[in-house]
């Protein structure tokens, strides 16, 4: 069973996070650590540190309003993909933010993808996991389309957007989403 640890941006996992966020990310997908550390000392959001057996195998990255818990970075330490931590650590969330409603994008499928198969395998991962479409989109840079997955039945397509924007205040290079749309599946 995996072990949450909320961390302070002083925490030693800092360096195994760091290690883990640039090779499991894409580099247009990253912002800087020094960023969201920043964010996570005004209480916007917050880092959480995953342990099973006190090894340290992941984390996540949780951006914070009152009513949203959106999970904008979780990563699994390759060397330890593959194991059921990736399940256990979108139970663990469940669980830590059961007060507000959870969201997380997904890129979605599409036969041009580049990585069309990966992406397909990410949406079946999160439906396995309680996590299903919320009947919106959001368009960011690059023009890349993202669903916004939920365990919640009911999530108003602005609250994301509203909820970035406050995240991003002062950084609207960095603007995420550019665009939000509602789609009917």
Known sequence: MLVVKPIKTKSSDFKAIKRVYEEVFPKVEQLPLWFL????????????????????????????????????????????????????????????????????????????????????????????????????????????NYDFLSPNEKVKAQLYPELMHRFMKGRQAYYLPIKVKEVNE
């Open 37 to 144: 550390k920043m964010r996570a000392n005004q209480n916007k959001a917050e880092f959480c540190s995953l342990y099973h057996n006190d090894q340290w195998v992941g984390f996540f990255y949780t951006v914070l309003s009152k009513k949203i818990a959106y999970v904008f970075f979780l990563a699994i330490d390759p060397k330890f993909q593959a194991k059921g931590f990736g399940s256990q650590a979108l139970t663990a969330i469940k669980e830590r933010y059961a007060d507000r409603i959870i969201g997380l994008s997904a890129e979605r499928p599409g036969k041009l993808a580049p990585n069309n198969e990966q992406r397909i395998r990410r949406q079946k991962f999160y439906a396995r996991n309680g996590f299903t479409k919320s009947g919106f989109i959001s368009i960011e840079k690059g023009g890349v």
